[in-house]
């Protein structure tokens, strides 16, 4: 995350890790977003961009309906 004053940036890696986190986490979706300091809706959102295939990164994998995250070690790459 790069916090630039106002807005805070957040890496594709970072997005789908609190992604996954909310998806692991069923029922919790506001906890998680609480958790990391986002809201709701900004969740929910990288929710819809990782299930779209939108938020592609090395660490973290989304099955095709976005139900369940499987991490996956960048060591074992």
Known sequence: MVDTG???RFSKEVKLRIVAESLLESGLCATTA???GISRS???E???LARAGKLRAGSVCLN???RYAKWISASMG
């Open 64 to 66: 095709s309906s976005g």
């Open 6 to 8: 106002r807005r805070r």
């Open 42 to 44: 900004q969740l929910y």
């Open 34 to 36: 609480r958790r990391h």
């Open 46 to 48: 990288w929710r819809k």
